[in-house]
């Protein structure tokens, strides 16, 4: 399990001249080589795509706060911007919890779109705009909602540790730093963290046929059919919805089949306008529910034996700002 951290389609960045007839700053050199590995990083620290942003830029502010002198003392510049990166996420993720105890009901992380599906994270934005963050979100395995709920259940320590070594491939002496421990305690973090995973992974089912459950639950949900819906779903199955108090939405967990039908034909039959679409959330198959052309909800979820396990479905509005933020393109 290994983020990519190369360049892909839609990562170009057009560098401006620099200040002396065009000659390249060093600053900005790094900003443009780094920042998709920063912003893939705090993404999976954080699971907040406006948090890690708000990282990213918080790191290049103190990057640019340094004199030109100290910038150039800096053997590795990447090293660098990773560490402060982290060490923000981490201070971050500790005061996390403290803030989680005023959220209204269940929080989940912040769903990202498949890159054909973003929208910009600003009015005007573009889904061939480089400065949109989620078209530099790697989507493999280590950003599917599944994974991020494991994490959000780890210590800060855990988390970084765990992300930093396993994910991005750093040794825990450069772990150690960033986390203030020893290289021996931090690979205790990354073990006690890597348990966590292998314990809450599903079995794997090809893509296809998560593909393939995702639509029939779909079908059987516009339908209300009862029977189907039963059967698609694991008797132990989960729904936890994500309102942040600002729509509606259940405040605990929905637990079993029986409960999750009841719940899914009663909002159909009371809302029967709404639209539901196939789409690709945190890399995997999802479903997007729109209102009058809106984006109100992303279902993430978690397939195990062929039945659907666990559903995500976030519906606070600032967590869909990637979903609603101007037309598709």
């Given amino acids: 399990m290994r983020a990519d951290t190369t360049e892909g389609a839609g990562d170009t960045v057009t560098i401006p001249p620099g200040p002396k007839e065009g000659r390249l700053d060093p600053g900005l050199s790094v900003i443009v080589s780094e920042r998709r590995q920063l912003i893939n990083l705090a993404y999976r620290l954080l699971g907040s ?29 990447g090293g660098w911007l ?16 403290a803030r989680r105890e005023s959220y209204v ?22 889904s061939a705009d480089p400065s949109d963050p989620a078209d530099r979100i790697t989507l493999d395995e280590s950003i599917s909602m599944a994974f991020l709920v494991v994490l959000d259940a780890m210590t800060p ?5 765990f992300i930093l070594h396993d994910v991005f491939c750093h040794s825990f002496a450069e772990v150690a730093e960033i986390v203030g421990r020893t290289p021996a305690a931090c690979r205790q973090l ?37 029977d189907a819906l039963l059967g698609i779903l694991d008797p132990d199955a989960t729904v936890i919805a994500d309102g942040g108090g600002q729509v509606d939405a259940v405040l605990r967990p929905i637990r079993g089949s029986e409960w999750i039908m009841r719940h899914a034909v009663d909002l159909i039959a009371r809302a029967p306008e709404l639209t539901i679409l196939e789409r690709t959330v945190n890399g995997q198959p999802g479903l997007v529910v729109q209102q009058d052309g809106v984006t109100v909800t992303v279902m993430a979820f978690e397939i195990a034996d062929d039945r659907i396990r666990h559903v995500w479905a976030v519906r606070n509005p600032d967590k869909l700002r990637p979903w609603t933020a101007g037309p598709r393109h």
């Avoid at 990213?56 to 990057?63: G, I, L, N």
């Avoid at 320590?157 to 540790?161: I, K, L, Y």
């Avoid at 963290?193 to 516009?222: C, H, K, N, Y």
């Fill in 49 to 77: 795509l406006a948090d890690a942003e708000d990282v990213v830029q918080e790191t290049y502010t103190r990057w640019y706060a340094m004199s030109r002198q100290r910038q150039e003392a800096v053997e590795s510049p």
């Fill in 190 to 226: 990354a073990s006690s963290a890597r348990r966590r995973v292998r314990d809450s992974r599903a079995p794997a089912t090809p893509a296809a046929r998560r593909a393939g459950i995702v639509r029939a639950f779909r079908q059987a949900w516009e339908a209300k059919d009862i």
């Fill in 105 to 126: 009901g269940e929080w989940i992380p912040e769903p990202l779109p498949d890159r054909a599906e973003w929208t910009g994270g600003r009015p005007g934005g573009t």
């Fill in 82 to 97: 990773t560490t402060v990166a982290s060490r923000i996420c981490l201070d971050l993720l500790g005061s996390a919890r």
């Fill in 157 to 161: 320590a855990e988390r970084v540790a």
